[in-house]
């Protein structure tokens, strides 16, 4: 029995100006060295040609969501021999040193970003994910969850839609069902949506209710902090039964993701700030102590909320220090051997 690839999203377009031949297949879980797929002989198991991905390679590592080219081998483990070209993702700085910037989830259509009526509520680190979500090139709608532990919630989706944007926002309960229909434009067959969330705000439950049955293993959250842990253990991409037959990608390492490159994406988030930007007197102005400035125009007038700006400056140093993170923990490190010698010379001195 042969599968048919456009069901989880493939389309011609992926090989669009590409030279390479081989078996294109998807990437459905992250396992280390190696790799669950589908392609059209279904359900197979790759690893990377090492003299492609290594060895100086320029070549894409895969990720969750990634379309591939595989040598298919029937009696063994596939070959993956090249990474098609992305339509979105996600990326962080790779954890390797000298390899920059690491995907951990591609080819989505939709970003939901989840936050639940609980302690997790939290409007700047809600502000973080538009902006990653933005960035991504995929469309985000913000999903809050556990609406059925909440006596009033009213006030808290005022605040979301504030800075949603164009963004859609929903509560929703996994319990009862609250909600999950509004969903229903984004779960179509051939889509695929990727969870952005912290761990306890119920990514697990959501996917469970909207595919009817317990794909997924939920765990209680502490009753402390309404926190939870971890339920996923690696990247993956899961199809949800008929009649939605749409795809979800859920991935440990969401949470961690650092503003890597959100130009695109603070620009649709901060859009009503970054519009004063070409009226200021001077085009290098910093906003600071420079005349005629708009933003400080702006800020004096109220039209411009002072807590909207300082959000605005903390993303953009985020970012900053996530460009340069690795040559600021070169520094900060090499400081800390100075000072550690120093006081070892000093040490040494004062015994004799």
Not at 2 to 24: H, I, M, Q, R, S
Not at 61 to 83: C, E, H, M, W
Not at 276 to 285: I, M, N, P, R, T
């Amino acid at each position: 029995m042969k599968f048919n690839l456009t069901d989880y999203g493939f389309t011609p377009a992926f090989l669009l100006a590409e030279e390479a031949t081989g078996t294109p297949a998807r990437v459905i879980a992250v396992h280390r060295e190696r790799f669950e797929l589908i392609c059209e002989y279904g359900n197979v198991s790759g690893r990377l040609k090492s003299s492609v991905y290594f060895n100086q390679s320029s070549e894409e590592f895969p990720t969750a969501g990634d379309f591939v080219l595989i040598d298919y081998n029937q009696n063994g483990d596939s070959r993956i021999i090249k990474t098609l070209p992305r339509k979105t993702f996600f990326s962080r700085r790779d954890p390797t040193p000298g390899r920059g910037e690491q995907a951990v989830a591609a080819n989505f259509d939709y970003v939901f970003i989840m936050q639940s009526f609980n302690r997790d509520f939290n409007l700047k680190r809600l502000e973080r994910y538009l902006t990653i979500a933005w960035q991504s090139g995929a469309l985000p709608a913000v999903i809050l969850t556990k609406a059925d532990l909440a006596d009033d919630y009213g006030e808290q989706v005022r605040e979301v839609r504030k800075i949603a944007k164009s963004a859609g926002v929903y509560a929703v309960s996994a319990v009862t069902g609250q909600g999950l229909n509004e969903l229903a434009d984004y779960l179509k067959p051939k889509k695929t949506l990727v969870f952005l969330g912290s761990s306890g705000v119920g990514k697990s439950s959501l996917v469970n209710a909207l595919a009817g049955e317990p794909l997924m293993v939920v765990k209680a959250i502490r009753e402390d902090d309404s926190r939870g842990r971890h339920t996923t253990t690696h990247r993956e991409l899961i199809m949800l039964p008929p009649p939605l037959e749409c795809m979800i990608i859920d991935t440990p390492g969401m949470r961690e993701l650092g503003l890597w490159e959100v130009s695109e994406g603070l620009e649709e988030m901060f859009g009503d700030i970054e519009q004063y930007f070409g009226q200021c007197a001077f085009s290098d102005c910093r906003h600071e102590s420079e005349p005629n400035c708009a933003i400080k125009s702006a800020l004096e007038s109220g039209e411009l909320s002072r807590e909207r700006w300082e959000s605005y400056l903390k993303l953009k140093r985020d970012a900053s220090f996530s460009e340069d993170k690795a040559e600021y923990l070169r520094k900060r490190s090499a400081e800390s051997q100075k000072l550690e010698m120093w006081w070892r010379k000093n040490k040494s001195d004062k015994r004799r």
